[in-house]
T-cell receptor
């Protein structure tokens, strides 16, 4: 299995909702990432889990909270989002320890906040 | 600090013509360089990567890139464009496992293929 899967593919939510995005990989990778991508822009790194240690992009608001239940799963919990949070959310993984840190990307979740 | 500059946010070429997408990097250590492609509403797919094994790197779908240290460049080429090559292309740089886990993306180049 050489892919990263993400569910759901599309999500529409109101500003008062709580929802979660899920990411899974079975490649034995020990680092997993969440990115946010707005239209016509490159992906922006939000969080990194590497060997169970979390690194946070300081600019990410607290209404986004990651969770890593095990080394194969990465969730992104969403609460009280704003319309400007609408974007494509990408998950990626890498075999930590690879010299080049190649990242493998999932297909993304298209999030719309109403 | 590492960074990537992609020259041209949009590039248009005719079907069958040469594709050239430009990427320049800045890094304090020997870099690892990547080209990713993104089709509409999809994730990023790795086209090719440079990891110091060879300066001319061949990737998928007929693409290749050449690492030129003296020019700090890693331009992406394909001899003959196909309609299916229309997509967004991102150049990215990593400083490797002894640094943090991050890779830095350029702003992207949208490739348009003219019939």
């Amino acid at each position: 299995d050489t892919e990263v899967t993400q569910t759901p593919k599309h999500l529409v939510m109101g500003m008062t909702n709580k929802k979660s995005l899920k990411c899974e990989q079975h490649m034995g990778h020990r680092a997993m990432y969440w990115y946010k991508q707005k239209a016509k822009k490159p992906p922006e790194l939000m969080f990194v889990y590497s060997y169970e240690k979390l690194s946070i992009n300081e600019s990410v608001p607290s209404r986004f909270s990651p969770e890593c239940p095990n080394s194969s799963l990465l969730n992104l919990h969403l609460h009280a989002l704003q319309p400007e949070d609408s974007a494509l959310y990408l998950c990626a993984s890498s075999l930590r320890g690879r010299v080049d840190n190649e990242q493998f990307f999932g297909p993304g979740t298209r999030l719309t906040v109403l | 600090a590492q960074s990537v500059t992609q020259l041209g946010s949009h590039v248009s070429v005719s079907e069958g013509a040469l594709v050239l997408l430009r990427c320049n990097y800045s890094s304090s250590v020997p870099p690892y360089l990547f080209w990713y492609v993104q089709y509409p509403n999809q994730g990023l797919q790795l086209l090719l990567k440079y990891t110091s094994a060879a300066t001319l790197v061949k990737g998928i779908n007929g693409f290749e890139a050449e690492f030129k240290k003296s020019e700090t460049s890693f331009h992406l080429t394909k001899p003959s464009a196909h309609m299916s090559d229309a997509a967004e292309y991102f150049c990215a740089v990593s400083e490797g496992r002894n640094r943090d886990d991050k890779i830095i993306f350029g702003k992207g180049t949208r490739l348009h293929i003219l019939p």
